[in-house]
């Protein structure tokens, strides 16, 4: 059995991060709106994938893709109120540092801005472009969010309203999950199954938090990866992550480590996968 009452009650309180964030912290956060060059992505204007190109209509009414998306909604409902729920409230905040530290148990080494200044960097100028890659197909498809097709409670209820507004597919959360799993696992090779992992559990948390379908979460992560591809063209982005490489490295020669539950988090990824 988890151990889980402290972590539960950390991860839990993450929802109120995310309230805040939308309510006027540093435009770094923001995917949409970089006001500051330590806030812009690597994608000159014009550059980036189309969502609206190569994102196909969501499954229709009646398909059989769209009772896959539903029968999966529905094995996840059985998450509320567990510490995969809990993790899954966690993964809804965008804002840093608590996403970039997200993913230090994957990458077995502690993130921070005090430890890992080059890599919170790479991390910050990648979501500004995955956060960004699905705007277009949302506008486009304005997908209803299954919480507000099934009247089942979600894992961020403070986020309803713009919620509802925003439309469901594809999932830009899952976007940016998927572009640091994809980048990290450049950083730290030896760590990429994990930090792959860890970048689908991420996704995966928008089913778990009833906000997104699994068909928006596939297309979220298919974006990421022509992202993640396109930047590589991009030089500012190559030196940002060989950077960020020599960094991990110097920290682990001193045998730095995670200091998050690890092993707690490991197991409550694996109770919905």
């Not at 510490?83 to 409230?89: G, I, V, Y």
């Not at 965008?94 to 970039?100: G, K, T, Y």
């Not at 148990?105 to 790479?122: F, G, H, R, Y």
């Not at 992550?241 to 960094?247: H, K, N, Y």
Request: one cysteine or more.
């Amino acid at each position: 059995m988890l151990k889980w009452t402290g972590c539960a009650l950390v991860l839990l309180g993450a929802t109120n991060v995310w309230g805040a964030e939308n309510a006027g912290e540093s435009a770094a956060a923001n995917p949409m709106t970089p006001a500051t060059p330590r806030a812009m992505g690597y994608l000159p204007a014009g550059a980036a994938p189309s969502s609206g190109a190569l994102v196909p209509p969501p499954p229709a009414p009646d398909s059989a893709a769209m009772a896959r998306d539903e029968d999966v909604s529905r094995n996840a409902l059985a998450m509320h109120g567990t510490p995969r729920w809990a993790l899954a409230a966690q993964d809804a905040v965008l804002s840093f540092p608590q996403i970039a530290e997200t993913f230090s148990c994957a990458l077995n080494a502690p993130v921070s801005e005090e430890s890992t200044p080059k890599l919170m960097t790479l991390l910050r100028r990648t979501l500004i472009d995955a956060g960004r890659s699905t705007s277009e197909a949302k506008r486009k498809y304005q997908r209803a969010r299954p919480f507000m097709v099934n009247n089942k409670p979600m894992c961020t209820p403070d986020r309803d309203a713009a919620l509802r507004a925003d439309g469901s597919y594809p999932s830009g959360h899952s976007a940016i999950g998927w572009a640091f799993g994809l980048v990290l696992s450049e950083v730290s090779p030896e760590q990429a199954n994990a930090l792959l992992a860890r970048g689908r559990a991420f996704g995966q948390s928008r089913i778990v938090c009833n906000v997104h379908w699994q068909s928006d979460v596939l297309e979220g992560q298919m974006m990421a990866s022509a992202v993640v591809a396109r930047m590589h063209a991009e030089p500012a982005f190559r030196a940002d992550l060989d950077a960020a490489r020599e960094e991990l490295a110097a920290l682990r020669a001193k045998g730095a480590a995670s200091a998050r539950a690890c092993s707690i988090e490991a197991e409550t990824l694996q109770s919905w996968r």
